[in-house]
């Protein structure tokens, strides 16, 4: 068992440092650091979410926002992963009580990687589920323990029905299929299962997951806590909040490029300089924080939300997807500003900058955080009250 720290956004810091120094191996080898991960699982990411009847945090969504927001001024694709890796043990509540026992036999400190989209298909067999397929972008599946994928179950009558599925890593084959512009060093390769047998304490119900039902209310080791809130409510904020940190180390890069620029850049008689463009700079940096600024307000509103352990109705369901797309459209916005304001000068193909504004494009490239079908879901939000008698 790893030792955690005190707080897990003091102990991003030391996490971050390490994974600045990493970076362009991280990138060249599409996956992130051995070093990197353990120092996510010695910090804390991997227990955040595990209940303390199995040795884990219980921790809130706020402290985990703080602490991506940390990785993500540094690394977009560390930050990305440890959210994952955080994020996804909530998952293995909605397992029955046999299935936590086994994943989380060894400590809390298992990483796990999951994948809501059915692209596997599963067979019912005595005592459990036959289950086979392909699921793509599983960030950070070299360094897993545990996979949870969701496969279509082929039901006598009806269905099929949506399930999710729990593999050890070492039943599961990984290809190499991740050649991203962006977030290179998520490894986010393909996950193979063929033809495994999962026992039924390793099968969950998909639709618990979204209603936020876990597979054992009653037990005394599982409160209403924030790790239980309904997937959708708060699946936007996982994927957003590395962009967030990515925005705010991109608009330091750019403070200290400007600044340097201005002091620095020779004024020549006739010929247009630094100062001349200097309310451009000033324009742009003070509008560029205050959208990140205000970015950051909206998803504390959806990280409080999911903290305070309330029922959360349809309709705040879809804001809070709305405000994570909205958010990441408005933080790639501000990094492309930032992006073109610094320049020919600013924009070095081994400079820092050119990562974050390929990495903060390719997140807002999330299935979770488009624009349309979240404005579409919470205008139907706004309109089904009124219908109703």
């Not at 977009?76 to 994020?87: E, I, K, N, V």
């Not at 070095?348 to 390929?358: E, K, T």
């Amino acid at each position: 068992m790893h030792p955690v720290r005190e707080s897990l956004p003091a102990a991003a810091e030391a996490v971050a440092e390490l994974a600045s120094g990493l970076v362009a191996q991280m990138e060249h080898e599409r996956r992130l650091s051995p070093d990197v991960v353990k120092a996510l699982a010695g910090a804390g990411f991997m227990r955040h979410f595990v209940p303390t009847a199995f040795g884990g945090n219980a921790g809130t969504f706020r402290d985990l926002m703080r602490a991506v927001t940390v990785l993500g001024e540094t690394c977009a694709a560390t930050a990305w992963c440890a959210s994952l890796f955080a994020s996804s043990p909530r998952f293995v509540s909605f397992f029955p009580p046999e299935g936590r026992q086994e994943i989380w036999a060894g400590g809390p400190d298992a990483a796990v990687v999951c994948s809501v989209i059915p692209y596997g298909e599963a067979v019912g067999e005595p005592g459990g589920l036959r289950v086979s397929g392909r699921w793509p972008y599983m960030s950070g599946i070299e360094c897993a323990d545990w996979v949870i994928v969701c496969a279509k179950e082929l039901l006598a009558r009806g269905g099929p029905r949506l399930t999710l599925v729990a593999v050890p890593r070492a039943q599961c084959r990984a290809e190499d299929t991740w050649l991203s512009v962006g977030m290179q060093a998520t490894g986010s390769n393909t996950v193979v299962v063929e033809d495994v047998f999962v026992p039924a304490h390793r099968v969950g119900d998909r639709a618990a997951l979204f209603a936020g039902r876990p597979a054992d209310p009653a037990d005394p080791a599982e409160p209403r806590t924030a790790g239980l809130a309904p997937l959708p409510a708060v699946n936007g904020l996982t994927f957003v909040v590395p962009a967030l940190g990515a925005a705010r180390g991109a608009l330091a890069l750019l403070t200290d490029h400007l600044g340097r620029k201005l002091h620095n850049v020779p004024v020549l008689p006739g010929v247009p300089g630094a100062l001349d463009n200097q309310t451009t700079y000033e324009t742009v940096l003070a509008r560029s924080a205050a959208e990140i600024d205000a970015t950051q307000l909206l998803l504390e509103r959806i990280a409080d939300l999911a903290d305070s352990g309330e029922p959360i109705t349809p309709e705040q369901v879809a804001r809070n997807a709305r405000d994570s797309a909205f958010a990441v459209d408005t933080l790639a916005g501000a990094v492309n500003r930032i992006f073109r304001t610094a320049g020919t000068s600013g924009q070095a193909a081994d400079g820092p900058l050119q990562r974050i504004w390929r990495d903060v494009n390719a997140i807002a490239t999330h299935q979770a955080l488009q624009i349309e079908p979240t404005a579409r879901a919470y205008a139907r939000s706004l309109f089904t009250p009124r219908s109703t008698p």
